[in-house]
């Protein structure tokens, strides 16, 4: 969750923006978008929803607690607006914008008053429109249908914020349809960026100082956006145009399904210097019985391969994964083959969740619900063996030289935190002159979830360098019969 600010046109009226961003990095990015399609009417940042004019809340949808969140923050900002009507201070616009406004618009609007406007995910090109139709009339909701090509036709080219690292949508929806997931009812069906747009956005991102891009989508590696012939184009390609733009160095991508990491995105791994060692590839569960019922569409064996597949073309390869835990039916035979399968894996870092039931998925009324206390049991001793893994995964880069690049200041005195090749943060002291950098750095010690390092000087260091594949990662897996 954070805060996303926009900056206003010089000479125009301030007025004060609040975003609060819940969930995945394409909210983090349409966050920053929507602060783009309000610079021009002259918002401005604010710390704090208390001396807000607008406040938006772009909200998640994928579990139950998220949604209940965005609840409890509307009840506070319902006093807040109310006092400050009472006080004089001016007017204050609510919107919920995102996947909850999309599933539950007219739910929010019965249950809190105090919201002006609810905007789905496909539709928020669009607020510059409706705050000036909500000045007129409360209680407007749109987005309910999926238009992303629009939305992105109408979003501006330049994009405001600073920095050297980027979030770039090139895919939004899906058509996987998993059990559990609301993805599809909340975002629509699969569609990705024409090339051209997506490079076109990449250029003016580089021309702003950006160095490291990553690419978003909720099935990113199923990516067919228009190429310049006219043809389907896929992700690898897109990744090997992006890096012939000048500045961009390092590309990352996420989130990936197992059944769309093809043959040429895989072979890109080992070819192109760009495309960082860092793969996120959930699975969801080592079961091949709750693969089934999840709908995932493929096996434990089929991803054991894959992982097979990708190590033999990059090595030293990082894998982060998602896992469910508690999904309905779960067995404790199901739950040894998740350990089984993390274990074999070796994961590098990874995102772990009790199942939540989310209405109008089909698993929320399939039965044999487990029970909550044997989730958390459950869940607890999985997060400990990833935990396990991505301590172990740090501290095997102790002794290595790796190309870091610095993103901002650090804590203490002139202190520089940048990121490895494998997404670790890396803390190095006397750094601070190199924000902007890729600078090889030697890793001191690794910790639970970032690296001490210490500049080298040495020009013979190897800026690339891949090192020896680290047992916690390179360990060839086990065969198993299908």
């Given at each position: 969750m954070?805060?996303?600010?926009?900056?206003?046109?010089?000479g125009q009226a301030t007025k004060r923006l609040f975003i609060k961003t819940y969930g995945c990095q394409m909210n983090v990015y349409d966050s920053e978008r929507m602060a783009d399609v309000l610079r021009p009417l002259g918002y401005a940042p604010t710390e704090t929803p208390d001396d807000a004019d607008f406040v938006i809340l772009n909200t998640c949808h994928i579990r139950e607690k998220a949604a209940e969140k965005v609840y409890s923050e509307l009840g506070k900002l319902r006093v807040l607006k109310e006092a400050r009507g009472e006080a004089g201070q001016g007017g204050m616009t609510i919107a919920v914008a995102g996947c909850v406004a999309q599933a539950e618009g007219e739910e929010i609007m019965r249950r809190q008053p105090a919201v002006d406007l609810v905007v789905g995910p496909q539709a928020y090109h669009q607020l510059p429109e409706l705050l000036t139709r909500t000045a007129r009339a409360r209680g407007e909701r749109i987005g309910a249908d999926f238009a992303p090509v629009d939305k992105f036709d109408a979003l501006p080219a330049a994009r405001g914020g600073d920095g050297v690292t980027a979030f770039l949508t090139v895919q939004e929806g899906c058509d996987k349809f998993c059990t559990f997931c609301v993805v599809p009812y909340t975002r629509g069906a699969e569609w990705s960026r024409p090339v051209a747009a997506v490079l076109n956005e990449a250029r003016a991102l580089a021309d702003r100082g950006v160095r490291e891009l990553t690419l978003l989508g909720q099935n990113v590696n199923a990516y067919d956006g228009e190429g310049a012939d006219g043809n389907p184009s896929t992700l690898a390609r897109l990744a090997y145009a992006l890096a012939d733009i000048p500045g961009i160095d390092r590309i990352r991508y996420t989130t990936s399904?197992?059944?769309?990491?093809?043959?040429?995105?895989i072979a890109a791994h080992a070819e192109l210097d760009a495309l960082m060692p860092y793969l996120h590839l959930p699975v969801q569960s080592g079961s091949d019985r709750l693969l089934r019922l999840m709908n995932r569409k493929h096996g434990r064996q089929k991803y054991f391969d894959l992982i097979e597949r990708i190590r033999a073309a990059r090595p030293d390869m990082a894998l982060s994964g998602d896992f469910i835990v508690g999904f309905p039916g779960e067995t404790d035979r199901d739950f040894e083959d998740t350990m089984d399968l993390v274990r074999r894996v070796r994961y590098a870092s990874a995102f772990s969740f009790i199942y939540s039931p989310r209405p109008g998925t089909p698993a929320a009324t399939m039965a044999a619900q487990v029970a909550p206390e044997v989730a958390k049991a459950r869940l607890h001793t999985l997060q400990a063996l990833l935990l396990e893994q991505q301590t172990a995964f740090n501290q095997s880069q102790a002794g290595r030289i790796l190309p870091v690049l610095f993103e901002k200041k650090g804590r203490h005195g002139a202190q520089a935190i940048g990121r490895s090749p494998y997404l670790q943060s890396v803390h190095v002291d006397d750094a601070d002159?190199?924000?902007?950098?890729?600078?090889?750095?030697?890793?001191?010690?690794?910790?639970?979830?970032?690296?001490?390092?210490?500049?080298?000087?040495?020009?013979?260091?190897?800026?690339?360098?891949?090192?020896a594949v680290s047992q916690a990662i390179g360990a060839p897996l086990r065969s198993e019969a299908p």
């Open positions: 954070s805060d996303t600010l926009a900056h206003p046109k010089a399904h197992p059944n769309d990491m093809s043959d040429d995105l002159h190199l924000i902007g950098q890729i600078v090889p750095v030697e890793i001191v010690s690794g910790q639970q979830n970032s690296l001490a390092g210490r500049l080298i000087h040495s020009q013979a260091a190897h800026l690339q360098q891949r090192g």
